[in-house]
């Protein structure tokens, strides 16, 4: 709402000078390049408090601050999250689905490296 209400003001304040401008007969073009000046320096020095307002409000849509969605989204999004945590309980743990790591078989494993490079496996 602040960023309308900056811009409303914004718009105002660059259409009154452009009307009289006009209105005196200076030509359009001198009229909008007096109205941006005017503008610009009533906004510069006034509307500070709006601006940063404005500034603001942007920030925190675009930043992802500001909650995007409605509260139902957000409790059925809970809900959801609840289902899947209950349903990764039930299933079985790592342990019993079958061992993806390194063999138990000792015969299997290697020797430690030693300062010469012989890993104690022999000539290759």
């Keep these: ?9 914004r718009t105002v304040l660059f259409v009154v000078p452009f009307a009289v401008c006009m209105a005196l007969g200076v ?4 009229s ?7 503008a610009f320096g009533i906004n510069y020095l006034f509307l500070y408090k709006q601006r940063d307002a404005a500034a603001a409000e942007v920030r925190d ?4 601050r500001k909650q995007a969605r409605t509260k139902r989204e957000v409790e059925d999004a809970a809900a959801e999250d609840a289902a899947d945590e209950a349903l990764r309980a039930q299933e079985p743990g790592p342990q019993t689905r079958g ?3 390194p063999s138990s078989d ?3 494993r290697r020797q430690p490296r030693t300062d010469d490079g012989n ?3 022999g000539p290759r």
């Design 27 to 30: 030509g359009p073009i001198f």
């Design 99 to 101: 061992h993806d790591g």
């Design 61 to 64: 849509v675009f930043g992802g």
């Design 1 to 9: 709402m602040a960023s309308l209400k900056y811009f409303l003001i």
């Design 119 to 121: 890993d104690g496996q």
């Design 32 to 38: 909008a390049v007096f109205a941006v000046l005017i």
């Design 106 to 108: 000792t015969s299997e």
